[in-house]
């Protein structure tokens, strides 16, 4: 995919600061960690993940100056630059330091955030940013279920101070790195949200790798910039759990719970943890807490394959339609309503929604599994 860059001129009100209430005191993740069962490994420092070579930094700031002389402001220099540079940008899922996104020409909105914060420091350009949710939202890799989150960067106008003038609003420009694959506003977000964003987004494919130390070395180094970050907690809890320590799995969720820190995949993981434990007081409070939470399509299509199992097919196709409205970017769901229907006998629209599963899916091995279904049916 193409990289299209959206140039959003902004004003930004300045608040003032408040006065809040201190708060109770709170018990460190790092605190709750199994230490001795993981090795600390060596994970990419602060300097090193905005880093630029000699070469890209001299053209970098080679630009500044010429744009300078042509009174651009400098949070329009770094927009044109960073479009010019990237035209052939594609999406891809890894997360990367700035040097990387340069030298591969791909990345996520986190490795572009990070590139653009490296050109920022270049120059001391204040920045802010926002935290996105963009479709698709959902995506699944064997069992664990990712929910798409990306950053977009505010650039602000460098501040010129003129006599008798008294301003509360900074002028600057919004940069969203892939408008076309629709985004929606989460809330605003800070530098350090961004760094623990990087180091929990490696954290998360070292999982997949299970490769655990490293996994324990990247959360501790995101929960350096975000000790009070739920996802962390539920990403700590996992870990333990991979590696035979329920315990401390179980006492990581119920500290976040505690301390009002919530999120589904916390409370979806801590309910599997007490299903398993047996311990049905548990799981009857964090059903009652997921109930309040919004359910994501994988969930939503495993409670209509199971209400399909027990013969209720009304409420069967209910939750994946719901799945449909809320991802119809999934394949997914239209495979799983497929065999609804043709458990009714309605071969015709089994087909067609077998059809639109294959436009769907990303996957080709996927893709061929759907076509060999298709397939039988048309046979019949």
């Known amino acids: 995919m193409k990289l299209y860059f959206s140039l959003l001129l902004i004003l930004l009100l300045t608040a003032c600061k408040s006065t809040?209430?201190?708060?109770?005191?709170?018990?460190?993740?790092?605190?709750?960690?199994?230490?001795?069962?993981?090795?600390?490994?060596?994970?990419?420092?602060?300097?090193?993940?905005?880093?630029?070579?000699?070469?890209?930094?001299?053209?970098?700031l080679a630009y500044v100056n010429a744009q300078r002389q042509h009174d651009v402001t400098d949070d329009i220099?770094?927009?044109?630059?960073?479009?010019?540079?990237?035209?052939?940008?594609?999406y891809h899922g890894d997360t990367l330091t700035a040097q990387q996104t340069i030298e591969l020409a791909h990345g996520n909105c986190i490795s572009l955030a990070i590139l653009t914060q490296a050109y920022a420091n270049l120059i001391d350009l204040e920045t802010g940013f926002q935290e996105m949710t963009s479709e698709p939202v959902y995506a699944k890799e064997g069992n664990l279920v990712f929910i798409a989150n990306h950053f977009r960067t505010k650039l602000y106008r460098p501040f010129i101070e003129e006599a008798g003038q008294i301003t509360s609003i900074k002028p600057g420009v919004l940069i969203d790195y892939f408008p076309s694959r629709g985004s929606f506003y989460v809330g605003s977000a800070t530098y350090d949200d961004l760094m623990a964003k990087y180091y929990s987004n490696l954290a998360a494919d070292a999982l997949l790798e299970n490769d655990y130390n490293q996994v324990y070395s990247l959360l501790i180094k995101a929960n350096q910039y975000t000790p009070n970050d739920a996802e962390l907690f539920n990403l700590a809890a996992i870990l333990h759990r991979r590696v035979n320590d329920q315990i401390t799995s179980q006492r990581i969720y119920q500290t976040a719970l505690d301390q009002q820190l919530q999120s589904l995949n916390l409370l979806s993981n801590y309910k599997v943890l007490a299903e398993d434990v047996g311990n049905e007081m548990l799981v009857e409070q964090l059903s009652s807490l997921l109930t309040a939470q919004e359910?994501?399509?994988?969930?939503?299509?495993?409670?209509?394959?199971?209400?399909?199992?027990?013969?209720?097919?009304?409420?069967?196709?209910?939750?994946?339609?719901?799945?449909?409205?809320?991802?119809?970017?999934?394949?997914?769901?239209?495979?799983?309503?497929?065999?609804?229907?043709?458990?009714?006998?309605?071969?015709?629209d089994a087909q067609k929604l077998l059809n639109q599963a294959m436009k769907l899916e990303r996957d080709q091995q996927q893709r061929n599994i759907y076509a060999a279904k298709l397939a039988s049916i048309e046979s019949k």
């Open 295 to 348: 359910k994501d399509p994988y969930e939503l299509i495993a409670l209509g394959e199971s209400e399909a199992l027990k013969g209720r097919l009304m409420n069967a196709k209910r939750h994946i339609n719901e799945a449909m409205e809320k991802a119809p970017y999934l394949a997914e769901p239209y495979v799983a309503l497929a065999k609804i229907r043709y458990q009714q006998g309605n071969l015709n």
């Open 20 to 60: 809040e209430p201190s708060e109770p005191k709170t018990v460190s993740l790092t605190s709750l960690l199994n230490h001795p069962l993981f090795e600390l490994q060596p994970v990419p420092t602060e300097q090193a993940v905005f880093k630029l070579s000699h070469s890209e930094t001299d053209a970098f």
């Open 77 to 90: 220099i770094v927009y044109n630059y960073i479009e010019r540079s990237l035209r052939n940008f594609s």
